[in-house]
């Protein structure tokens, strides 16, 4: 069975440190890669000297939410295109400057709004041209937890990457959101495998680490392993209690990904 790599998501993981700070201590407890959410207030080249002092990559980043109170995303929001590219201008910019591997586009809460799709499609075309070689990432999120966001389901996500077209354009496959709007998740999984550029997990329905709820991740990770996923798998989870506390499960699951 293929090796399960883990990558730490330094959103949720040790908010009390910074940055480059956090990276470190990622390497020192066994990640094999990091990923971030919005890290645009932390200079490039102190998360730079810290990717290569550890050697871990970052795997990727998010656009920025926007600035105006309840923004989630600007990416489908087509009265605010200006706003929605110079994020992701940002982001890439952001992204190459560290080396990191890809970026999340946000979509933003737009669900229902006319000219939503053509607006996150033009920006994605956009945006995977800006990128080059870099990835570009959609990700279904779940409803209960940002309403009104514009993309919520795997399908939805398929349907956008056929549109558009790119080579670069991908979908995060993220276990959490996609268990509660859908469930069926290793048959999801395998439908879209080939359009699947990220992989993150998380309990549900607490969202903290992946050793709890629902879903059984010590079957799931093996079972996405043998379908043929060789990527890292995200631990996008916000801890109980503090980070290192909660552990445990990265090496509770590593012997079951090499046996």
């Known amino acids: 069975m293929p090796t399960i790599r883990f990558s730490a998501n330094l959103g949720f993981l040790w908010q009390e440190l910074a940055l480059p700070d956090a990276i470190r201590r990622a390497a020192a407890t066994g990640f094999d ?8 207030e932390v200079d490039a080249a102190s998360v730079k000297a810290a990717l ?57 809460k737009s669900q229902g709004l006319d000219g939503a799709k053509a607006a996150f499609e033009a920006n994605l075309a956009y945006a995977c041209e800006a990128a ?16 009104g966001y514009f993309l919520s389901y795997q399908d939805q996500a398929a349907d956008i990457v056929a549109r558009v077209a790119r080579p670069n354009l991908k979908i995060m496959f993220d276990c959490y959101h996609a268990q509660i709007m859908e469930g069926d998740l290793i048959k999801r999984f395998e439908q879209h495998l080939p359009m699947i550029g990220h992989l993150q997990i998380a309990a549900v329905p607490s969202r903290a680490e992946p050793d709890e709820g ?26 109980r209690t503090t980070t290192d506390a909660g552990l445990g499960w990265l090496n509770a699951f590593r012997p079951q990904a090499g046996a």
Not at 132 to 147: C, H, V, W, Y
Request: hydrophobic share 45%; proline share 6%; aromatic share 8%.
């Open 214 to 239: 629902e879903i059984a991740y010590d079957r799931l990770l093996p079972a996405m392993a043998d379908l043929g996923w060789d990527g890292f798998v995200g631990a996008e989870y916000r801890p």
């Open 52 to 108: 290569d002092e550890t050697g871990l990559s970052m795997l990727g980043l998010n656009t920025r939410r926007g600035e105006r109170d309840g923004d989630f995303g600007l990416a489908a929001l087509p009265d605010r295109v200006e706003e929605a590219r110079a994020a992701i201008d940002e982001a890439i910019g952001y992204a190459k400057a560290i080396g990191a591997g890809a970026v999340h586009v946000m979509a933003g």
């Open 132 to 147: 080059g070689d870099m990835t570009i990432l959609i990700e279904p999120i779940n409803q209960r937890d940002a309403p």
């Open 33 to 40: 890669a990091v990923e971030c959410h919005f890290p645009y």
